[in-house]
């Protein structure tokens, strides 16, 4: 399946400063195998050591947030957008 991922400024830099980029995978995890093939590094920013999602990077299908849809095995479907957004913390 041929997705589209929208990549965050502080990710850019693995991607050559795209903003969004093609990936291949019938789920989360090999969406995020091909990312890495095509932009190596990427993956380590997304996934922990155990190879998890990080604990504040949040990753959506379309509209779904992929912790409710089954985390990596989530389904992305053709031409599905998927957005990848760091948490962003801070405050007085």
């Known amino acids: 399946m041929s997705v589209k991922v929208r990549i965050p400024t502080i990710l850019r830099t ?3 400063g ?8 019938a ?3 090999q969406v995020i195998e091909s990312l890495e093939k095509d932009h190596p590094g990427i993956a380590a920013r997304v996934l ?3 190879g998890k999602l990080r604990r504040f990077v949040n990753v959506y299908v379309n509209d779904d947030d ?3 849809q089954g985390g990596l095995e989530a389904v ?16 007085c």
């Open 18 to 25: 795209q903003a969004e980029v093609p990936a291949e995978g």
């Open 48 to 50: 922990d050591d155990q």
């Open 66 to 68: 992929v912790r409710f």
């Open 14 to 16: 693995y991607t050559g």
């Open 27 to 29: 789920t989360l995890s």
């Open 76 to 91: 992305t479907p053709d031409g599905a957008g998927i957005s990848i957004i760091p948490a962003v913390a801070g405050g």
